[in-house]
């Protein structure tokens, strides 16, 4: 990185359409999103970097009439010499010798610098003046230093700096404006006469020279945050309140969504029955409600949910107290040579996997996210529910106990609980394996000050967060239903080859289950039969199997519609009166409680989540790391389900 | 630790005003200077060094640029600022004055007084200074308590051995006191010059 | 592996007391890191503001003793027990 880079607005490229580009650079805590989300609005976009697994932030902001640029919300980092992805992309977005062909290298630097923080912040801005770039100061959390009776002279600050320094307090306009005025001269910012120095035992130096010059007053230690920590971090108190909010979290996700999801459930029930009486072609019908309405209809379902838990986690983070909960997790997820950042993301993964894997992102380690990514499908998510739930009234009647508790709720509580030990060992594991070499990652967490979340990050988040999920569920599991609606529906029957076969044409539900017995997926499953014989499925059980591959719900109505239920969405009934069909236990029931206990088993570990395998390809950066858990998963899946049967079958 | 920084000097590139701990160094022009940072002087990369008490100010020779001699001017002087006694500093208190008050009065004093339509000028003679309030502040009768004020306190905030030698309603004379500065810089631990005490 | 002094040239106490040895409310100076530190986790320290000379009071202890926050000039960070054992202090109060 050359010091001496040519004066003036030293434009080294921008988009194509000619903007400038501002990237927006400081350290985690700094009040970088909340500037970056206050300039560019609800307008930016998200990806992923090229080739890495770490998210893109960019968005537009205008600077008064004609004027609009580039706003890139870089990660936060501690420093430019990198120890993880994020920090190693804030290197390489802003390598002004080029090295790095893979980004663009913006026109000039928005540095956030936390008042409080201005000690370490400065040390920073002094790694990044030697990129040579443009910069500006922006200074935050003006207000909590003057309300901890900190001091800053900043014309004294800005002279000692030379660069120009613009306060901004999250939720005053003013800042902000000034900001927009300064990023539209950008031509007329001043760059220091001297870059500050690189060596560490000058940069301290250089750091309390400025400091003193500008009339540094330490802040006080924040009395509001220590008071709340001496109850919230208290070994026995604050143990409670942990798990109380962990309860919380729970009883929200699950009983405060349940509504929502009834709203949901009817509206796609009201617009399937608006297709069976406006659509009058019998395929198209079929298609419109089962493949489409039924597909996208299940995704959406959980909609709410995934919002809901979002929406928890982001005002969790706003306030503060999430890294408090990694605090206290920390030893915990130590043992399992994870670290308690983990524990958040595989909280998350309670409602679904997928926001779940996107939270590892908080992880600095690499190795670490990728052995947690590992674990998160193991988690129950929440479309196992209506599999478990199914499974478990065909295995126990509603009334059934052990001891003073409710059968059916033990085994569902015993199913959760598995599933958590069970992610937490294989990320264990996986973090073993893969720890082989290479320097340990010293662990560090910073304890920011805790404060009302700000309504405008938390919407942005979850929006952000909702729509990425929405997009990419929804585009997977609708392309997946519809081909497994074409599996199962095709080759179509003639009415005259249905008579023949003895099938009551009028009879829709028997219609259709003729047409799935002898449709493609049909086939599909009978061929597959020897690997799941040994588990007690047949060939049906297959197709279900098969079907959720899509999605874990979809199993329920496929189930449904394979044994002719006259309901599919309650084939309780049904199911329990199917026999197997032939073979050597022709005429046994299909779901006895050998089977049963297989297939609950087979849920709890395989990964049949389309949607999954893709954010797993996309975090993961290929596709092997979603190969290594869909094998991984299929076989323990396996092996335990034969070992649950075993076991079952000599109990019973 | 000896930290420093650079500041820009307004309207001239070839000097940087290097803000130093208080105290190390007495005013005056430099002379002699230990490590690298001598080894400079000698060899007539600067074309003239000055301090006041918190600040060394370089003049790089004509053709140089800061921003190639910038890295190691910072590390010599840092350096250089470990030994403080083997720096030879020339008393030259007019033009230490006349650069401090020059710097002030192109800063938030000078603004002030520019603000309320006044204008401020400084004469050097010799060892001392000269400063004369013009304009709207000719005939305001605050303008003494302005001069007196803000101008002096500001700066003795930078040179303590701030001395007055005459003053006129808006005019107002000063140098800097060659012995005062001697003590200041005895009472930070040095040991006393030899000579004349 | 030498020693990483950064700064101050001061080689560290032959006292050899670490930040893990610090009691709730005792302030301690930071005099230089241990030799078994690998080079990558010294430069993050350092950035993270534990360099020589720097004030850290401990403030707590998670109720499993470990992490433990420490207040490090301005602001607040918790390390485990491996980090903390290899930053060498001397007491300040």
């Known amino acids: 990185m050359t010091a001496d880079h040519c004066g003036g607005a030293g434009g080294v490229s921008t988009l194509e359409t000619g903007l400038t580009r501002f990237a927006v650079v400081g350290s985690p805590n700094s009040g970088k999103t909340t500037l970056f989300n206050a300039l560019t609005g609800l307008h930016a976009k998200t990806g992923n970097y090229p080739g890495v697994t770490v998210a893109r932030y960019e968005g537009t902001t205008r600077l008064g009439e004609h004027e609009t640029v580039v706003v890139e919300d870089l990660p936060g980092t501690y420093s430019l010499d990198p120890i993880s992805p994020d920090e190693q992309i804030v290197v390489d977005v802003l390598d002004t010798d080029h090295h790095n062909e893979r980004v663009d290298v913006p026109d000039a630097m928005l540095v956030t610098l936390n008042a409080t923080t201005l000690r370490r912040s400065l040390g920073l801005l002094a790694q990044l003046q030697q990129t040579g770039l443009p910069t500006c100061v922006v200074l935050t959390f003006t207000d909590d230093l003057a309300r901890r009776n900190g001091k800053l002279d900043i014309p004294s600050f800005t002279r000692a700096l030379g660069v120009p320094v613009v306060t901004v307090v999250a939720g005053h306009r003013d800042g902000l404006a000034d900001l927009r005025h300064v990023m539209s001269r950008l031509d007329s910012w001043t760059q220091p006469v001297v870059s500050p120095p690189t060596d560490p035992a000058e940069v301290t130096g250089w750091v309390d020279s400025v400091l003193d010059a500008s009339g540094y007053q330490l802040p006080e230690i924040d009395k509001r945050t220590h008071r709340i920590d001496s109850v919230v971090l208290h070994p026995v108190i604050g143990t409670v309140i942990f798990l109380l909010t962990m309860f919380a979290f729970f009883q929200t996700i699950f009983t405060v969504a349940a509504p929502l999801q009834g709203y949901v459930e009817s509206f796609f029930g009201w617009l399937g029955g608006l297709v069976a009486d406006h659509v009058h072609i019998g395929w198209l019908s079929a298609f419109l409600s089962q493949a489409v309405i039924g597909g996208v209809g299940s995704v959406l379902v959980f909609v709410p949910q995934i919002a809901l838990l979002f929406v928890l986690i982001a005002l969790l983070e706003g306030t503060g107290y999430l890294a408090r909960a990694a605090f206290l997790m920390d030893r915990v997820m130590a043992r399992a040579g994870l670290e308690g950042r983990a524990f958040v993301a595989l909280l998350s993964s309670f409602a679904c996997a997928i926001p779940g894997i996107m939270a590892t992102r908080s992880l600095p380690s690499a190795k670490d996210r990728l052995a947690t990514m590992m674990g998160a499908p193991l988690m129950t998510c929440s479309a196992r529910l209506p599999v478990y739930i199914l499974l478990v009234s065909l295995l126990l009647p509603g009334d059934a106990k052990v001891g003073w508790f409710n059968a059916r709720g033990v085994v569902m509580f015993a199913l959760y609980l598995f599933g958590a030990l069970s992610a937490m060992l294989t990320a264990a594991l996986f973090k073993k394996i893969t720890a082989r070499g290479g320097p340990m990652l010293p662990f560090y967490m910073e304890m920011p000050p805790y404060q009302v979340p700000r309504w405008r990050n938390v919407i942005s988040e979850v929006w952000t967060a909702t729509s990425a999920f929405l997009r990419k569920v929804t585009s997977i599991i609708l392309a997946t239903t519809v081909v497994l609606w074409v599996l199962l529906n095709l080759p179509m029957r003639s009415e005259s080859e249905m008579t023949a076969a003895g099938v009551d044409t009028g009879n829709a539900a028997a219609v259709s289950a003729y047409v799935i017995d002898h449709s493609y997926a049909a086939s599909v499953g009978k061929a597959v039969q020897p690997v799941f014989e040994p588990l007690g499925f047949d060939w049906r059980i297959n197709i279900g199997i098969l079907s959720s591959l899509a999605a874990r719900e979809v199993f329920v109505a496929t189930l449904g519609q394979v044994a002719a239920a006259e309901d599919p969405e309650q084939p309780a009934q049904a199911l329990r009166q199917m026999t197997v069909q032939d073979g050597p236990h022709a005429g046994r029931t299909l779901f006895d409680a050998p089977t049963i206990a297989a297939l609950l088993v087979f849920f709890m570990y395989a990964l049949q989540c389309m949607s999954t395998v893709a954010v797993l390809r996309r975090e993961s950066g290929s596709w092997k790391w979603p190969a290594v858990a869909f094998t991984y998963m299929f076989v323990l899946a396996w092996v335990l389900a034969f070992v649950a049967r075993t076991v079952v079958a000599a109990l019973v | ?197 | ?93």
């Open chain 2, 1 to 197: 630790m000896i930290g420093i920084h650079a500041e820009r000097v307004a309207g001239d590139d070839h000097v940087v005003r290097w803000v130093v701990p208080a105290g190390l160094l007495t005013a005056g022009r430099v002379r002699r200077a230990p490590g690298r940072l001598g080894e400079m002087l000698r060899e007539g990369t600067f074309s003239d060094v000055l301090t006041e008490n918190s600040a060394v100010w370089l003049w790089l020779r004509d053709g140089l640029s800061w921003s190639s001699y910038g890295a190691t001017v910072q590390s010599a002087l840092r350096e250089a600022l470990a030994d403080p006694d083997d720096w030879l500093v020339e008393p030259a208190p007019g033009e230490v004055l006349e650069r401090v008050t020059a710097d002030l009065l192109a800063g938030s004093v000078g603004d002030f007084i520019r603000s309320h339509g006044g204008s401020v000028s400084t004469h050097r003679s010799g060892d001392t200074v000269t400063v004369r309030l013009g304009g709207a502040c000719e005939h305001c009768p605050a303008a003494g308590m302005t001069l007196r004020g803000r101008l002096i306190g500001e700066l003795r905030g930078r040179c303590p051995d701030l001395v007055e030698v005459d003053r006129d309603g808006r005019e107002l004379t000063l140098t800097l006191d060659q012995y005062a500065s001697r003590k200041v810089r005895d009472s930070h631990g040095g040991p006393s010059r030899s000579g004349s005490e």
């Open chain 3, 1 to 93: 592996m030498r020693s990483r002094v950064l700064a101050t040239g001061h080689e560290p106490a032959s006292g050899g007391l670490t930040l893990a040895d610090i009691q709730r409310g005792q302030r301690a100076r930071v005099i230089g890191y241990d030799e078994n530190v690998e080079p990558s986790a010294a430069r993050r320290l350092f950035d993270l503001g534990l360099f020589p000379g720097v004030e850290v009071t401990m403030v707590r202890r998670a109720p499993l003793r470990d992490p433990v926050i420490f207040r490090v000039g301005d602001y607040e960070i918790a390390l485990r027990g491996v980090q903390s054992r290899s930053i060498h202090v001397e007491v300040v109060s």
